[in-house]
């Protein structure tokens, strides 16, 4: 059975800091591209930040994010990461991990909750 779980969503302050763990089973981590995306309410989900399959050298950030967040992987822990720094408000949103190798094999976590608030 194919999951992803996400942690460690939260509330934190402007400014602050937080990290993101997605863990996933049921296939080869290695070989899945994966990806962070958020979604804020009322908006279109959005592409936070990607990481390559295997040795994960391609790493791709969003506009907004770029330069504040660090997308990584461990593939001997089947986890992929987001540490994200200096935190907006606007940053608020359910993050989603995402894995991908084709079409026909893309999966979705369930999503963690990010708020950034005074």
């Known amino acids: 059975q194919v999951r992803l779980v996400e942690s460690g969503g939260g509330l934190v302050q402007p400014g602050g800091s937080l990290s993101l763990s997605c863990t996933a089973s049921?296939?080869?981590?290695?070989?899945?591209?994966m990806s962070w995306h958020r979604q804020a309410p009322g908006k279109e989900r959005e592409l936070v930040a990607s990481i390559s399959s295997h040795r994960g050298n391609l790493i791709n950030y969003g506009d907004s994010v770029k330069g504040r967040f660090t997308i990584s992987r461990d593939n001997n822990k089947d986890t992929v990461y987001l540490q994200m720094n200096a935190l907006k408000v606007e940053d608020t949103a359910v993050y989603y991990c995402k894995a991908s190798a084709g079409e026909r094999y893309t999966y979705w976590g369930q999503g963690t909750l990010v708020t950034v608030s005074l």
């Open positions: 049921g296939f080869t981590f290695s070989n899945y591209f």
